[in-house]
């Protein structure tokens, strides 16, 4: 778990970058700062691995307070990784990966044997690429010998700084996905950084929004999209993307409340969801029983229902999205 208490950065005493910022992060995590360039995400993430240090304020890791470790062995154990990749290019793939567990004079044969676990991981073939420097590789493939070494020395924490920010949009979701699959795996604490909303959506479990240094609004992806705290969130997200977000609606979204007949709607035999069942069941069901009318109803009372031409205006809205549902 990592906390921020009240965590605030000026340099040379001037404006505050990181302002009164407080903030928990779960074991297991993996959560997203995401505001606009300038917001002070990267100060916020260097200040947990102490690139930088907090003008004020307390930052914890599983409840100890940072500065009570040295920074070199608090950096040893947290992997970080930059839009920049910043492999050494004098060093080969595996001599790259291997860096820091050689610092922290692990056993030669286990560095061997775990840096061929990571490249497979991050989903390099090892025979191809063990030997190669990284000039040889596309960016995408640096990126992947950047994520395997953050993780060579096996951190509890995993910090990322836009990481996939410089590739192309279709290799970017390629890395996002391999991201999510590791998480699911290592059960890491991921903290990601991007000033890409869809890339937070995407991929956090939570999401925290920055503005001028101070957290707007840190909750999961659904109810940020859903119930953003204020103008400035709305805005930020923009209207119109939940309804490009067709995961994350449920049948509570797309219901008419106040449709004439509900009490008329006689639900014992019929076909009925409930309110926060997911879109993709509601149009399985739609299709199944090809209903042009479905009751939404919780504890036995219809609260809504869902109309055959609201399912076919909103899958007009959402195609091509809606290939996958
Ligand atoms: N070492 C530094 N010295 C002075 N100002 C800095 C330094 N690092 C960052 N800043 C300033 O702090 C603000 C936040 O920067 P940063 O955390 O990099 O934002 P982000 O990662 O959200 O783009 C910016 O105005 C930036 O110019
Ligand atoms: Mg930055």
């Given at each position: 778990?990592?906390?921020?208490i009240?965590?605030?950065?000026t340099?040379?005493?001037?404006?505050?970058?990181?302002?009164?910022?407080?903030?928990?992060?779960?074991?297991?995590?993996?959560?997203?700062l995401?505001?606009?360039?300038?917001?002070?995400?990267?100060?916020?993430?260097?200040?947990?691995?102490?690139?930088?240090e907090?003008?004020s304020?307390t930052?914890?890791?599983?409840?100890?307070?940072?500065?009570?470790?040295?920074?070199?062995?608090?950096?040893?154990?947290?992997?970080?990784?930059?839009?920049?990749v910043?492999?050494?290019?004098?060093?080969t793939?595996?001599?790259?990966?291997?860096?820091?567990?050689?610092?922290t004079?692990?056993?030669?044969?286990k560095?061997?044997?775990?840096?061929?676990?990571?490249?497979?991981?991050?989903?390099?073939?090892?025979?191809?690429?063990?030997?190669?420097?990284?000039?040889?590789?596309?960016?995408?493939?640096?990126q992947?010998?950047?994520?395997?070494?953050a993780?060579?020395?096996?951190?509890d924490?995993?910090?990322?700084?836009?990481?996939?920010?410089?590739?192309?949009?279709?290799?970017?979701?390629q890395?996002?996905?391999?991201?999510?699959?590791?998480?699911?795996?290592?059960?890491?604490?991921?903290?990601?950084?991007?000033?890409d909303?869809?890339?937070a959506?995407?991929?956090g479990?939570?999401?925290?929004?920055?503005q001028?240094?101070?957290i707007?609004?840190?909750d999961?992806?659904?109810?940020?999209?859903?119930?953003?705290a204020?103008?400035?969130i709305?805005?930020?997200?923009?209207?119109?993307?939940?309804?490009?977000?067709?995961?994350?609606?449920?049948?509570?979204?797309?219901?008419?409340?106040?449709?004439?007949?509900m009490?008329?709607?006689?639900?014992?035999?019929?076909?009925?969801?409930?309110p926060d069942?997911?879109?993709s069941?509601?149009?399985?069901?739609h299709?199944?029983?090809?209903?042009?009318?479905i009751?939404?109803?919780?504890?036995?009372?219809?609260?809504?229902?869902?109309?055959?031409?609201?399912?076919?205006s909103l899958?007009?809205?959402?195609?091509?999205g809606?290939?996958?549902?």
């Amino acid at each position: 778990m990592i906390q921020l208490i009240d965590v605030s950065k000026t340099f040379n005493g001037k404006d505050m970058v990181v302002d009164n910022l407080s903030l928990e992060i779960k074991q297991g995590e993996l959560v997203v700062l995401v505001g606009e360039s300038g917001c002070g995400k990267t100060t916020t993430m260097k200040m947990i691995n102490r690139l930088e240090e907090a003008s004020s304020g307390t930052i914890k890791i599983n409840g100890k307070d940072i500065k009570e470790t040295n920074a070199i062995d608090l950096r040893r154990n947290i992997g970080y990784v930059i839009q920049q990749v910043g492999l050494f290019p004098h060093l080969t793939v595996g001599q790259n990966i291997g860096v820091v567990p050689r610092l922290t004079k692990n056993d030669p044969a286990k560095i061997a044997k775990r840096t061929i676990e990571l490249l497979e991981m991050t989903g390099l073939k090892h025979e191809d690429y063990l030997n190669r420097y990284p000039k040889e590789l596309s960016g995408g493939q640096q990126q992947r010998v950047g994520v395997a070494r953050a993780l060579a020395n096996n951190p509890d924490i995993v910090l990322m700084d836009e990481p996939f920010s410089a590739l192309d949009p279709i290799t970017r979701c390629q890395l996002q996905d391999e991201l999510l699959n590791l998480q699911k795996e290592l059960h890491k604490t991921f903290v990601f950084v991007t000033h890409d909303v869809d890339e937070a959506i995407k991929i956090g479990d939570k999401i925290a929004v920055i503005q001028d240094g101070r957290i707007m609004q840190y909750d999961t992806p659904e109810t940020i999209l859903k119930k953003p705290a204020n103008q400035f969130i709305q805005n930020f997200v923009g209207q119109d993307r939940l309804w490009k977000t067709p995961e994350m609606l449920r049948a509570l979204d797309i219901m008419d409340d106040n449709y004439d007949n509900m009490k008329a709607i006689e639900v014992k035999d019929m076909v009925f969801v409930q309110p926060d069942t997911p879109l993709s069941e509601v149009l399985k069901l739609h299709e199944k029983h090809n209903l042009s009318i479905i009751p939404v109803v919780e504890q036995g009372v219809t609260v809504g229902v869902i109309t055959e031409p609201s399912i076919l205006s909103l899958l007009a809205e959402i195609i091509p999205g809606s290939e996958g549902l």
